[in-house]
């Protein structure tokens, strides 16, 4: 495939050793991907402009410019549509900017809609309020299981330089103060969860510091796995938790968690973001004064009530009833284990990256077929599914970010959704039109994403069962940030840190990460189900399935490869034994007593702790065979066998065939 820009260097950038170092390498300039600039003329057009722009962190986008080229992803065109929404003052589907990426097309596919808009506006505080339909759900799990840290959200921030502790300590005081959900629990008033809000208090960090230790990487894990793993009553609270590891004077790991009944990775991210500018502010003696947030969660979550309220409930639960209606089959991934009757929610992960070439490779497909990488993944992931479980209806769990309105993306709070779509699989249909079909699903769940999940199950009722989750039982979730992430600030660099992940909220999650320098992924398992083994298999076929989609997307599904040569090769020859060749003349019989004179103490049979050698399973046989004689039997005789699955059995079997008579055999105690 043709690269879609070239860039010229003077000299490549070498590692010490001698190696390209892909980490110096400029990233790519998106002007390069431009068409020749038309500027907007109208005064719709250059307002959509200037918010692609912005959004896309760019200066200028011309008509002919498209979305995607030019960096655009899913996550960022949410925030066009919220944007275009509040400045045009109409409705735009999220769907359009997907089908329309060209700037020009888009404008022109601009319709109002008549849909009811509910604004969402902050409300007057009473001693408690209502829960979103997701906190809900957090809450009935919570109690279900309140001995589960699966419904943590945690960050592990490693911090070398001047660290000021008590500049940190007022930055998270600003932030608790700024945002209610860090100040928030969770009682019940008669047989109703209510939030209540706390006043802001200052936040106290103290110092923690780790034993002399050879292995302080393994170390500064296993702090960061007990901090994340320590529970949380969401009654009393507080639900976010701030912990600092002291390694040196000019050292330290910061732990943040949080639980997920207030928080969300994207909220994480906002979290961080404003921290370190809080802090930079401090350590400088500056009033640092974030933009103003014109609504909090609780807010969100009135507003949610009021809005589904309005019918927009009805409008898109009827979508979903239809695409997901019927029977709610399991998906059955051969397992390792048998399921258990209650999840522990105990997991495991392994962690990967795809190639350089497969992830340039993949991109360039996505953008040949006009699909994202999200959807191209996805639907190579639910290609593998139908595969290992050769059923044709795959349904995975898709989490989306849900914050479509420009109020919501500044607020920290659980507003991600988790969309389920549906996949019909064909064996026979090539790839690439069962990937339309994927993107067709993906659009319309986006037009519709705004059903809280836990409708979506009240409406549908499947079967609830404590083992496994309802609806789907893996979860595909996409990112377009794969690497650490490092920024530095006046005198501190701050690096984010990873660790070893010891929950598993399904039996399968894939998480796959898109950076400039391609793609990395994170298989999450259930290890009361799977084997390490078996998961590491899956990984190397997922990464065969994509090598054989980029070299042929129009092959059959059927027809992709799963194994790679050497596993092929293991499998059909070195662990299949060589072709041995018997005698085509002679009796059964006949051959175990020539085996019995060969190598007579050789063992026959076994049968739990009994053994039998060949020459005695002949000679005992033997002994039979005359008893039959003794007992009269002659030609033209039938002879039953009547017995349970013994070494005896065997034994009868061969004594009848040494008189060449007919066997008539049956299980013991079935006739007289």
């Not at 986008?61 to 549509?81: C, K, Y």
């Not at 103290?206 to 007990?226: F, G, N, Q, R, S």
């Not at 949380?232 to 390694?247: A, E, H, T």
Request: with cysteine; proline share 5%; glycine share 4%.
């Amino acid at each position: 495939m043709v690269p879609p820009h070239w860039m010229f260097l003077p000299a490549l950038p070498l590692t010490p050793n001698g190696k390209l170092d892909r980490k110096a390498l400029p990233h790519p300039d998106a002007d390069q991907l431009r068409k020749t600039y038309i500027a907007p003329q109208n005064d719709i057009e250059r307002t959509v402009a200037n918010i692609w722009a912005e959004v896309l962190k760019i200066d200028q986008v011309g008509m002919t410019d498209d979305f995607f080229e030019l960096g655009g992803h899913s996550l960022l065109a949410t925030q066009v549509i919220s944007r275009v929404r509040q400045a045009l003052k109409c409705d735009v589907a999220l769907k359009s900017l997907f089908e329309h990426s060209e700037l020009q097309a888009f404008v022109q596919a601009f319709k109002t809609s008549s849909s009811v808009h509910v604004p969402l506006v902050a409300q007057e505080r009473s001693t408690s309020l209502p829960l979103s339909y997701a906190q809900e759900r957090q809450w009935f799990l919570w109690q279900l299981a309140p001995d589960s840290a699966a419904y943590h959200i945690p960050a592990a921030l490693r911090l070398k330089g001047d660290l000021d502790v008590p500049a940190l300590e007022r930055s998270f005081s600003s932030l608790i103060e700024r945002h209610e959900t860090l100040r928030t629990r969770f009682l019940l008033e008669g047989e109703q969860a209510v939030q209540v809000i706390a006043q802001a208090t200052p936040l106290s960090i103290t110092l923690d510091t780790l034993a002399p230790t050879d292995e302080l990487e393994h170390a500064i894990k296993k702090y960061v796995e007990t901090q994340t793993e320590k529970l949380f009553d969401l009654q009393s609270g507080p639900l976010l938790r701030v912990k600092l590891l002291q390694l040196a004077t000019d050292d330290h790991v910061l732990v943040i968690v949080q639980h997920h009944i207030v928080s969300d990775a994207w909220s994480m991210q906002v979290m961080v973001r404003e921290l370190i500018e809080l802090y930079t502010g401090q350590i400088q003696g500056l009033n640092v004064a974030l933009p103003a947030l014109p609504v909090q969660y609780a807010d969100y979550a009135i507003w949610q009530r009021q809005w589904m309220d309005a019918g927009e409930r009805e409008r898109q639960l009827a979508y979903w009833s239809q695409q997901l209606g019927g029977e709610q089959t399991l998906l059955e991934l051969p397992l390792d284990r048998p399921r258990p009757l209650e999840q522990s929610f105990r997991g495991a992960k392994v962690e990967f990256s795809l190639s350089d070439s497969l992830s340039l490779s993949l991109k360039q497909l996505a953008q040949q077929l006009n699909v994202t990488p999200f959807m191209l993944l996805l639907a190579s992931f639910q290609a593998l599914l139908h595969r290992y479980s050769r059923q044709t209806e795959i349904c995975v769990g898709v989490p989306i970010a849900n914050r479509n309105r420009l109020e919501t993306e500044g607020l920290i709070g659980f507003f991600v959704n988790t969309q389920v779509l549906k996949a019909n699989v064909n064996g026979q249909l090539p790839f690439s039109e069962f990937l339309q079909q994927v993107k067709h699903t993906a659009l319309q769940a986006q037009a519709h994403q705004d059903l809280p999940f836990e409708h979506l199950v009240e409406a549908l009722r499947p079967e609830r069962t404590l083992s496994h989750s309802p609806l789907f039982q893996v979860l595909f979730n996409h990112q377009n940030s794969g690497q650490p992430s490092k920024e530095h600030l006046t005198e501190l660099s701050v690096e984010s840190l990873k660790w070893e992940t010891r929950t598993a909220q399904f039996d399968l999650t894939l998480n796959t990460f898109e950076s400039v320098n391609g793609f990395s992924a994170a298989l999450t398992y259930a290890t009361d189900l799977f084997e390490r083994a078996t998961i590491e298999r899956m990984v190397k076929h997922w990464q065969t399935l994509l090598q054989s989609i980029i070299k042929s997307p129009q092959q059959r599904i059927a027809e992709l490869a799963l194994h790679s040569a050497d596993e092929l090769q293991q499998t059909l020859e070195e662990w299949n034994p060589r072709v041995t060749q018997y005698p085509e003349t002679g009796c059964l019989h006949q051959l175990i007593e020539g085996h019995a004179t060969r190598a007579p103490h050789a063992i026959a049979l076994t049968l739990g702790t009994r053994q039998l050698t060949y020459e005695q399973l002949n000679t005992r046989a033997n002994q039979l065979a005359h008893q039959l004689i003794e007992q009269g039997v002659g030609p033209e005789v039938m002879v039953g066998l009547a017995s349970e699955r013994s070494l005896e059995m065997v034994i009868g079997l061969l004594a009848i065939l040494k008189r060449r008579r007919c066997l008539c055999a049956s299980r013991s105690g079935l006739s007289e």
